[in-house]
């Protein structure tokens, strides 16, 4: 397809600028901008398990149709395989998607059962800024197939925009020994609500993030069981939410203003503090990655992303350029943050380590939902020399 459009403007604003702070270290981009690549993301491990067992790592693109340009009557995306030589392959491809479109891949992990290490997403049932606002599914992947399996509808629930399930998220996975054991999370954006799912399909909403619950609707933008480095919420649902805010409200919300997005606490029934965290017990954001002994002087520490504040999570509509305001930050075992790398296009960023290399997919604008339809998306990559 790269030999029929020319993307060299494109390649020009969206050009690789990453600046990275510390001796040792280096970037490069290793899946280009303006070539096959949308809005990818790299899939997401609760156990820090990305590679398969070939070096290679799976991930997710939101856009893409079998040619370029636009058919808003047929589904979008794929799921995608970065191998070890950096060649991508492809697991789906964007004409056997149907009407629908992928989101959020994460690993399955043991507790749901004979679904180990397949592939969890969600998605819109349909194309587009349309189909964001309206029903989305459950899916699951497993390798060798042509397509995602359907595996739950996830219903209405609630009042706010209608119980509409739009703007949907997969999440974790509850642990051994919770009522939610065995269960995987999801949430819509749109009515504010996280369901759960079991590895029988069947799901329910399981808390409605609006009054009485919260002192006012709360979107939902991940929830996980906290990691050992959260200390004393170590093992505890932490949410990560925007108060006062669903998906159809914030249509208008500008892109490039600062989101404010704050961690909550949740018990095992569901009940939040509408209270958020404290910023100084927050180490990082609840999907930060620890880098492995393979990652040099800074093995151990933490690394998640200031995105600069762009929000392209449920706001991904204007017309100028993403800015270079992005920041890799890296959390030292003291509990201290240092800026690692910076100049780059945040949006949502997705973090994976393979090796001495930790991966970062950069999304660009929204092809879905910011009905923004050129391959801006890329794969960059930090080496430890």
Known sequence: MAETVDYGWLKEERAFKMDVKEAGYSAREIVPVGEQTYDPQLIFCPNQDWLEPDGSIIYGDIGGQQTYGWDETKGHGSIMKLHADNSVEYLVRPENMGTYMPLCPIRIPPEFGAYKDQVMLVGQAGPGRVGARNQHYVFK???GDSKMEVFAEIPHAGTLN?????AGLTGGFGPYGSPQEGKFFCMSMMNCTIYTVDNKGHIEPWVTLTPPVTPAPMMPLDIQVAPAWWGEYAGEYIVLGKMGASYIDDVDFKATEKPQWLHYLMDRNGKIDPTPIPLDKVPALIDAVKAPES???????LFWVDEGGVD?????TWDEPVPYKARLLRTDKDGKTHVFADNFQGASTM????GNELLMSIMGKSYSTGEYHHPDGSIYAVTAE
């Open 162 to 166: 209608d119980g509409i399930p739009g």
């Open 295 to 301: 990652f040099g002087r800074f093995a151990g520490d």
């Open 351 to 354: 973090l994976a380590f393979r």
């Open 312 to 316: 392209l999570n449920h706001v991904t």
């Open 141 to 143: 992947y497993a390798q």
